[in-house]
């Protein structure tokens, strides 16, 4: 198989893994994809997972990334909260869900981080389509990410503590943000959780905040 039977037929995905191309071609030699990585052709992500080296560096792929190298996975918790401006800060790793183990990838695409959440909070997030400029022309995609409501639950469910008092004010969480959010929605995870501390650090958040 040369470089260019391969680049047609996988170049679509994007992000691969090996699985993929067994799945295209029948079988692929292990060790054609390390040669063509040595070429930069193609960029290992973490073991077994590969990205076409043209698209590094593309806006929006490193979400495409996250779901690909550790599925089944959806974006949340501070990344998602950063993209609505619900937290101030801008963040780098790219966050995520699963109900696999709780892991960390460094790679040459980023900095992703997965949180272990059990199955039945599994949930609230949406099939979101993004525009990536790849290969000269605009192609979509779609990737799992949560809703503003569910990363912030997430962020709640996966902290140490119960915030109060000066640790909110720290966040600098926007109020208007907040108030837009919905609160059934909200407190429904809260009571699939079954943790009575969630309920009581949403609402010391929204007092402080004065959204009620």
Do not use: C
Request: cysteine-free.
């Amino acid at each position: 198989m040369t470089y260019r039977e391969f680049y047609k037929a996988m170049h679509p995905f994007v992000v691969f893994s090996y699985e993929d191309a067994r799945g295209v071609f029948g079988s692929v030699d292990r060790r054609r994809l390390h040669e063509w990585a040595k070429k930069s052709y193609v960029t290992p992500l973490i073991k077994g997972h590969f990205i076409f080296s043209e698209f590094l560096g593309n806006e929006g792929v490193e979400l495409l990334i996250s779901n690909k190298i550790y599925e089944s996975s959806y974006i949340s918790t501070e990344f998602v909260m950063s993209e609505y401006s619900l937290i101030p800060e801008a963040v780098y790793t790219i966050t995520a869900v699963s109900t696999r183990k709780t892991n960390h990838f460094s790679t040459a695409a980023g900095e992703y981080s997965y949180r272990r959440i059990k199955r039945e909070l599994f949930t609230g997030y949406d099939m979101k389509k993004i525009t990536l400029h790849l290969a000269g022309k605009q192609t979509e995609r779609q990737i799992r990410i949560a809703s503003l409501e569910k990363a912030f639950f997430d962020f709640i469910y996966f902290g140490k503590q119960q915030l109060s008092g000066d640790q909110i004010a720290d966040y600098r969480f926007d109020n208007e943000m907040l108030d837009a959010m919905d609160k059934d929605r909200l407190y429904g995870y809260v009571q699939q959780a079954g943790r009575k501390s969630l309920e009581s650090t949403l609402t010391n958040i929204f007092k402080h905040h004065d959204v009620f």
